[in-house]
């Protein structure tokens, strides 16, 4: 059962403009929502995260979204670089909850000069 | 920043040998580490909690048996893949959290096993 989902495999984008990658959870009782970038055979590095309280977080050219309701969050490049190029997962927890996350399966972003 | 170290990087084995792989958080106490093995182009799926002082705590489907995790001290735990075999041949992923709070977690750069 996946509980988080990123349901583009992919996402290919012009250098400059703007990355949405996006991710769906299905538990609702994930509290804490946290987008990691991650190069091939190394461990994934944090980005930028979000507690269920916020609606929208912003660190210089990230920016996550989130939609409780829909169980949605998104996470927004721009301006897109070409050291962007990397596979993003989305990751969920319920604080309290031993501090396990919970991964999507990633998106790889590739971003074209 | 917070940093984790794996080691080692990469190891190939034959089977029927035994693994270990050591996760060290370097700036910082972790009373607990997280494993992760990513089989590729797949997410990161949590294996186990590791917890200083205690045991480990497994997720379903992990046998504990096969994959051995010792919590030596506040700033490693050692993975230890019994009796490998290929099919265990993976991206192993150690993580701890700088604070309970939060939930940011900080990774090492994972160990590539290939078990011939």
Not at chain 1, 49 to 56: A, E, G, M
Not at chain 2, 19 to 26: A, G, P, Q
Request: glycine share 8%; net charge positive.
């Amino acid at each position: 059962d996946q509980q988080v989902k990123q349901n583009s495999p992919s996402l290919s984008v012009q250098e400059g403009r703007i990355s949405i990658l996006n991710c769906d959870y299905t538990n609702s009782m994930f509290d804490y929502f946290l987008w990691y970038k991650k190069y091939p055979a190394e461990g994934p590095t944090f980005l930028i995260s979000i507690s269920s309280i916020k609606d929208k977080n912003e660190d210089g050219r990230f920016t996550v979204f989130l939609n409780k309701s829909a169980k949605h969050l998104s996470l927004h490049i721009v301006p897109s670089q070409p050291g962007d190029s990397a596979v993003y997962f989305c990751a969920a927890v319920t604080t309290g909850g031993g501090n396990k996350l919970t991964f999507g399966t990633g998106t790889q972003l590739k971003v074209e000069l | 920043g917070a940093v984790v170290s794996q080691h080692p990087s990469r190891v190939i084995c034959k089977s029927g040998t035994s693994v270990k792989i050591e996760c060290r958080s370097l700036d910082f106490q972790a009373t607990t580490m997280f494993w992760y093995r990513q089989f590729p182009k797949k997410s990161l799926m949590l294996m186990a909690t590791s917890n200083e002082g205690s045991k480990a705590t497994y997720e379903q489907g992990v046998e504990k048996d096969k994959f051995l995790i010792n919590h030596a001290s506040l700033t490693l735990s050692t993975l230890t893949v019994t009796s490998a075999h290929p099919e265990d041949s993976s991206f192993y992923i150690c993580s701890a959290p700088p604070r309970l709070a939060g939930g940011v977690m900080y990774f090492g750069p994972g160990t590539r096993l290939l078990v011939l």
